[in-house]
């Protein structure tokens, strides 16, 4: 078995940022993501998000390009979310996503950060580079907040 360290902070949004991830729906997608990543081997090390975008941190074995496990969460999720009454089949995501690499010594800021996005957004203390993501090929950046 190989030795890996590779580690991610994700996120992504709500189609046309609406604000779709109430609580219930929430702990749903919370859920069905910590589902998938066990079935794909990857560590989920937290989620976090507010009603119209989502952060994971996570480690993302070698043999599974990132790409793909985005492909994966996103479907997973939206499929799950959308068998729930409250979502009444309207759930889904935006295109596109952020993903950032990082080291061992980041890991317990980034999962805090994570973990604490209501308040973040709430208090506006941001950061700027874990609130980026693209919907275009090229990486044309596009701020959360």
């Known amino acids: 078995m190989p030795y890996w360290r590779l ?8 189609y046309n ?3 779709l991830l109430t609580e219930p729906i929430e702990r749903q997608v919370f859920g069905t993501l910590r589902n998938k990543a066990h079935i794909l081997g990857i560590i989920v090390h ?7 975008h989502i952060h994971l941190v996570v480690s993302i074995p070698p043999k599974l ?3 793909d496990c985005l492909e994966h969460f996103k479907g997973a999720s939206s499929r799950y979310a959308n068998l729930q009454p409250e979502a009444s089949g309207s759930f889904r995501w935006q295109e596109g996503y952020g993903a ?3 080291g061992d ?6 999962i805090s950060y994570v973990l604490n996005q209501k308040r973040h957004h709430g208090q ?13 090929e090229e990486g044309v950046e596009i701020p959360f907040g």
């Open 124 to 136: 506006g203390s941001l950061r700027p580079h874990l609130e980026r993501y693209t919907t275009d």
């Open 100 to 102: 950032l690499s990082f």
């Open 7 to 14: 580690h991610y902070h994700l996120n992504w949004a709500t």
């Open 46 to 52: 937290a989620i976090g998000g507010i009603q119209d």
């Open 17 to 19: 940022r609406y604000p």
């Open 105 to 110: 010594g980041a890991m317990s800021d980034i």
């Open 65 to 67: 390009a990132v790409a």
